[in-house]
């Protein structure tokens, strides 16, 4: 009778084993990218525009993140709105099962949809719409969609679409230095070509050029009641790929009451106040795209409110930022870059605007 107990006690722990639940790995998620451009406007005269987007999600009170589907633009031309659903792969997954040793097929991502559409800029007329998901589906096998951002720039001196791809991956054996292309779209003629990406010292060089609106905060906390270093989601950037232009992004709750902003977009204050009408202030969001190498101290103009003069003195670049290894206080926007780092990159990604057309 012992060893009949004994021997059932072995089989219970043999079943119970066999059910504990095995590690699960997760190799494929779902991607989405849903703009929509609510409206658009040229500056009195010149390329300079902007664009406002409309979150379909208000957010809550007292958000500390806040996230939409933004459009895209071409300066000075078109507004690029994109339509996606799709799954990606999850590379950070993927390693992590090749590391327990797991020998696991993954499956091929599909593209449920993907749909870019352009539109002219101050009539919001659609110039084209481009169904990109026959062509991603033909590249499922040996590229994945990397998800956003995307892009827009000139090849040539054609307008087009990129899509950042990596290349995709079958199994947790097979062993793969993973590798970045572009996937572009000719905004006119709606075919693609592969090409390179832009190196990385590019990229970090172009978002250094604006740290000066971003770093710590300090310049809204010098300049702006509303936008402070606590809770800030406005923000000054360069368009990565275009000559002289400068992305001002503002949710409608930091838009600053700036009548130099207003009288150069006549029609922008009539649409912020209808919306903020409808209540769809924390989820509406304009960019001002400022074309002409706008200075410094003219960006900063249309940040501050009615009144105020907008200011650097006082901004501080570290140790680790600057030139000569020092810690430096400046006051303007000269000085700052006269001892901030900024790294050395090849400038030649840059690409003339396309004028407006009148």
């Not at 091929?108 to 719409?129: D, P, Q």
């Not at 899509?163 to 590798?179: L, P, R, Y």
């Not at 250094?208 to 989601?233: C, H, P, Q, V």
């Not at 105020?308 to 140790?319: H, P, Q, R, S, V």
Request: hydrophobic content about 35%.
């Amino acid at each position: 009778m012992k060893k009949s107990l004994i021997f059932l006690g072995i089989i219970i722990i043999i079943l119970l084993s066999s059910c504990t639940p095995k590690e699960e790995y997760f190799y494929i998620k779902k991607g989405s990218y849903n703009s929509s451009v609510y409206s658009s406007g040229y500056a009195t005269e010149g390329n300079d525009y902007y664009y406002i987007n409309v979150g379909e999600r208000d957010s809550e009170s007292g958000d500390k993140h806040r996230y939409m589907d933004e459009s895209l633009s071409m300066p000075s031309r078109y507004i690029v709105d994109i339509d996606a659903e799709y799954q990606t792969l999850r590379y950070s997954e993927i390693e992590r099962a090749v590391k327990d040793g797991v020998n696991a097929k993954i499956p091929t991502y599909n593209i449920y949809r993907f749909i870019v559409n352009i539109y002219e800029i101050g009539s919001e007329k659609l110039v084209r719409s481009i169904d990109i998901k026959p062509f991603l589906d033909n590249l499922s096998e040996e590229l994945c969609i990397v998800e956003s951002p995307y892009d827009v720039l000139a090849i040539k001196g054609q307008p087009y679409f990129v899509i950042t791809m990596c290349d995709a991956v079958h199994s947790t054996k097979e062993e793969k230095n993973i590798t970045y292309k572009w996937f572009c779209v000719n905004l006119l003629t709606g075919k693609y070509l592969m090409s390179e990406i832009s190196p990385v010292d590019f990229r970090r060089r172009r978002s250094a050029e604006t740290t000066i609106f971003s770093t710590r905060s300090e310049f809204y906390n010098l300049n702006s009641d509303i936008i402070t270093g606590s809770k800030r989601f406005m923000s000054i950037e360069n368009l990565t790929y275009w000559e002289g232009c400068k992305d001002m992004a503002f949710f409608l709750d930091e838009l600053p009451n700036n009548e130099k902003l207003y009288s150069k977009f006549p029609s922008l204050k009539s649409e912020v106040e209808e919306l903020k009408s409808k209540g769809k202030i924390k989820n509406s969001r304009v960019h001002i795209i400022l074309t002409g190498d706008p200075s410094y101290d003219e960006l900063a103009s249309y940040v501050v409110d009615e009144g105020k003069e907008a200011t650097f003195d006082g901004m501080t670049i570290l140790e680790n930022e600057s030139v000569d290894g020092k810690e430096h206080t400046v006051h303007s926007a000269d000085e700052w870059f006269k001892y901030r780092n900024l790294p050395e990159a090849d400038m030649s990604w840059l690409s003339p605007i396309f004028p407006r057309e009148e």
